[in-house]
């Protein structure tokens, strides 16, 4: 999965909770991206990041906030759980913008109950 | 905005035979496209990519896409199905227009199912 690791693989949680999510990447690629994976809707963008504290929203970002203090570590944060946030998340890496290929890790699957 | 379309949400081949995954794409300007696959419980691996030039782009594990301007289409294409092909497979665009480092629009996904 092209030196991106996804921590933890699997969680379950409460709905009010603050839940975080961690991808790691060896690659020391500049781009950055939180996708969330959910039956019928495939693959939509929450946030990315272009470089170290550089971020934006995409297009779910509505309860989601993301962080990025070092290139290899960009963190997902649910602020307070809910279970419409049950899915399963991946993180991918690229090293230029543009037509450069997006790496995607091998997924987070989080259940809120 | 950009938009990808997958009108199947499953395809039935059997192995041996030729296969065919649809892909039809809406964007400002001109597109970046992308096949990718997912096996069970795995992350997406990407296949190939079509930025310019050659409109058939060869990718991973013999599969193939023609680009077609005037379909806005992207279809995947294999000559000879395997039964390991069994996969969800996913198209996505991104416009050259975009520009940044926003990220890709995905389809829904179909699934492959090789028959033996």
């Known amino acids: 999965d092209a030196g991106i690791t996804q921590s933890p693989r699997h969680k379950v949680t409460e709905t009010g909770t603050p839940v975080t999510l961690r991808c790691h990447q060896t690659?020391?690629?500049?781009?950055m991206y939180w996708y969330r994976q959910d039956p019928g809707h495939g693959l939509r963008l929450i946030h990315y990041?272009?470089?170290?504290?550089?971020?934006d929203k995409g297009e779910v970002s509505d309860g989601y906030s993301v962080s990025r203090s070092k290139t290899e570590d960009f963190l997902l944060t649910l602020e307070s759980a809910t279970s419409s946030q049950t899915s399963v998340y991946f993180c991918?890496?690229?090293?230029?913008?543009?037509?450069?290929?997006?790496?995607f890790g091998p997924g987070t699957r989080l259940t809120v109950l | 905005a950009q938009s990808v379309a997958q009108p199947e949400d499953q395809v039935n081949v059997a192995e041996g035979n030729p296969l065919t995954v649809k892909c039809t794409y809406s964007?400002?300007?001109?597109?970046?496209l992308f096949w990718y696959v997912q096996y069970p419980n795995r992350g997406l691996q990407f296949l190939l990519k079509?930025?310019?030039?050659?409109?058939l782009v060869k990718g991973s594990y013999g599969f193939e896409a023609e680009f077609n301007k005037s379909q806005t289409s992207f279809h995947l294409k294999k000559p000879s199905a395997l039964v390991s092909d069994s996969a969800l497979y996913f198209c996505?665009?991104?416009?050259?227009?975009?520009?940044?480092?926003?990220?890709?629009?995905f389809g829904k996904g179909t699934h492959l199912i090789i028959q033996p």
């Open positions: 079509y930025i310019t030039g050659d409109n």
């Open positions: 996505a665009v991104r416009d050259m227009r975009g520009g940044g480092a926003d990220g890709l629009t």
């Open positions: 991918a890496i690229s090293e230029l913008w543009g037509a450069d290929t997006q790496y």
């Open positions: 690659e020391n690629h500049r781009y």
């Open positions: 990041s272009y470089g170290v504290k550089d971020t």
């Open positions: 964007v400002s300007g001109n597109p970046y």
